[in-house]
């Protein structure tokens, strides 16, 4: 921030966020982008635990096989980002709330139907 704007911007929200890997694993993924000069986390995967519940996280590589090849991207892994998936369902017993004009089950979620 080279002109000193963003000390000067409070910047919130009043949304109750996860992560998904955090709530499965008790821990977020130890590497989600692994090179010669930066490892570590960088990608996760934010929801809203009042509408929706982790069911499973893939699995994250560890190190020894991130190694194999010195860095990503290599020759089985086409990005120098590992691939986060997880699956989720709504909650039963999440309460519906006014979006963008429409009833919905929370922010960004899409009603079952």
Known sequence: DPCGLLGQ?????SIRMSTAYKSCNGDEAEYTNYTEEFKGTLDYI?????????LAVSQVDDEAQLSQETALPSSTRPSDHVS??????????AAPSHVGG????????????
């Open 84 to 93: 986060l998936v997880a699956t989720f369902m709504f909650r039963e017993d």
């Open 46 to 54: 934010f929801f809203s635990p009042d509408t929706l519940a982790v």
């Open 102 to 113: 429409q009833m919905g089950l929370g922010a960004g979620a899409y009603g079952r139907g």
């Open 9 to 13: 911007i409070e910047v919130g929200h």
